[in-house]
C-alpha cells in the first residue's frame, strides 16, 4: 500500500508563496485521488510487491493499455507530487550549499543561470506538466520537463528527479491565475535545498 506523503507543516504555512486553499486541494484532493488510484491500479495489475520507480520504470511490461495508462498517470501523481510537497518547505528558499551548489555551478555556470532555464522549461510547458532538476548515477545533473504526469523515471531515462516544479494549473490558478511565470519565481522561496540535496546524495 503506497502511503500519500504526509505535510509536516500546516496548510497556510507556505503563504504568501502557496496559498492555504490551494494547499489544502493540492494534497488534499489532488494528490489523494493520485494515491487512491494508483493503490488501486497497482492491486488490478498485481504489482503491490514492487516500488512506485520499479513499476514507473517498466510500465512496457504492462500489457493492459487501461491499466498500463492508470500506472502511468496515477503512479506518476503519486511519485511527483511526493516529490513536490517534500521539495517544498516554509524554511526554504535561499540557495543550495556544499555538493549540490558545485555541481550546478559545474552543470550550469552558475545558480542564477540554473534558475534561469529550469523556469523557462516549466513556463514554456504547453498545458499540465513538470519542469525537474534530475541527477544520473555518476552524479551529473539535467533539466528537463514533461507532459501531464510523466517524469523522468516514466519517460525512460536513467534519471532521478530531485527537485521539480508543478505548473498544473491546479497547483498556482487560485492566487496566480494565468501568471505562471509568477508562481514558478515565488516558489524558490519556498524551496528547500536541503531536502534536495538530501535527495541527490541518495539517488
Ligand atoms: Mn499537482
Redo the contacts with the bound molecule.
Sequence with gaps: MFKQYELPYAADALEPVIDKLTVET?HGK??ATYTANFNKAVEDAGLTDKSVEEILANLDSVADEALRTALRNNGG?YY??NL?FKTISPDGGGEPEGILAEKIKEAFGSFEEFKKQISALAAGQFGSGWAWLSADKEGKLYLSKSANQDNPISLGTSQTPIMCI?V?E??YYLKYKNLRPDYIAALFDVIDWKAVTELYENR
Design positions: 493540492h489532488h494528490h501523481g511527483n507530487h513536490y508543478d498544473w491546479h497547483a
